[in-house]
């Protein structure tokens, strides 16, 4: 489930990536649906697998920091203007961030979480999946990543 997430995410970013300046519009669009789905896949992982897998693997201080600093770049993004010549650069170290969380992920973090046993893995995996369902449908997280994304715009 969460590779198909960060696979979502990598998506939204090329698909930023393949924009041009004249593309403002666009951008936010997509901006609005990464800053989306980023909130509800950190949710995910900070309050289901992370805590599961704290006991099997040495890389979650790690990972957590690699969150803060996908926040500080996506922070970046937002406060650059859409329309502007920098907006590009600052796209491609947000997805150079976030592939190299994902992929760090990808290849370390979830091989050491089959250490759990694949009941656990298959109930985490029903949470998570659950967890994202719901985040997705409420109003309040609707508000908060709304309220998140001005915040970030503005620091």
Do not use: C, N, W
Not at 73 to 94: S, Y
Not at 111 to 122: D, I, K, M, N, R
Not at 144 to 155: D, G, I, P, Y
């Amino acid at each position: 489930m969460l590779i198909e997430h960060h696979d979502v995410l990598r998506g939204l970013l090329k698909q930023l990536e393949a924009t041009t300046d004249d593309q403002g519009k666009k951008r936010q669009k997509l901006l609005d649906s990464l800053v989306s789905e980023l909130g509800v896949h950190v949710r995910i992982e900070d309050e289901l697998f992370y805590p599961a897998v704290e006991k099997v693997t040495p890389l979650l201080a790690i990972s957590q920091a690699e969150h803060r600093a996908i926040d500080d770049q996506l922070a970046v993004v937002l406060r650059t203007d859409t329309g502007g010549p920098d907006f590009a650069t600052e796209v491609k170290m947000l997805a150079a961030t976030l592939d190299h969380h994902a992929g760090e992920e990808e290849r370390v973090m979830f091989p050491q979480s089959h250490a759990l046993g694949e009941a656990a893995l298959e109930s985490l995996g029903t949470q998570m999946e659950a967890r994202k369902k719901q985040l997705e449908r409420s109003r309040f997280t609707q508000l908060l990543r709304s309220a998140k994304r001005e915040v970030l715009r503005r620091v």
